[in-house]
């Protein structure tokens, strides 16, 4: 049995609420996450498997999705579905991002600092406040984050 | 896709997963590094001033 956290998204990815609860495997989860009821309907919806998210990645790729026009759960079920069939950043990600990084140009000409390149900063900055860390779901939160902020930057070139 | 949103969904991430946890210095860091994400998703849609530096 493991335990599925839900995070119901409003206007502009705001979190509205967060449901947890225990499924036995990942469809079994999605099934229970769509079965949910949810009051105002959200905008959009995460779901994670301690740090392992299931479907935001598709979701936000998708962005922006209103469920306000759909008040059954096909809608939800179809975002949810597209979105299992996503690979986790890390997992679509072809050589570690230690590698990526050595051959992204810091700056372009001008010398203005580059999205990528301030997107694998904020990776490495998410990096040095996980190092220390005690808690290890902060810890491998922050972690997560760094690679999925480097894998955007290497979606943007 | 990257972009303000993309920055405010991880930020309400990690805002979320502070207040689940109990260490004073891991909420702090991840308030910090969430905070820092919704500074930047600020300035890409033109309500707070760029930042000289990236981090």
Known sequence: MLVYQCYLLGEEFRLLARQDFNADGDTEALATARNFTWEPMPHSFELWEGTRRLTGEAIIDQAPISLADSRNSTQVTAIAGTATRQAPAAERSACPPEERVAHTPACYQDGIVSEAQKLRDKAAHAREMAAPLTDAHACAALQALALELEQQALDLE | ?55
């Open chain 2, 1 to 55: 896709m990257f972009g303000s949103k993309y920055l405010r969904a991880r930020a309400a991430h990690l805002t979320a997963i502070s207040h689940t946890i109990t260490d004073v210095a891991s909420r702090a860091a991840l308030i910090e590094v969430a905070d820092d994400l919704l500074r930047w998703a600020d300035e890409l849609d033109g309500i707070a001033p760029p930042k000289s530096n990236g981090v």
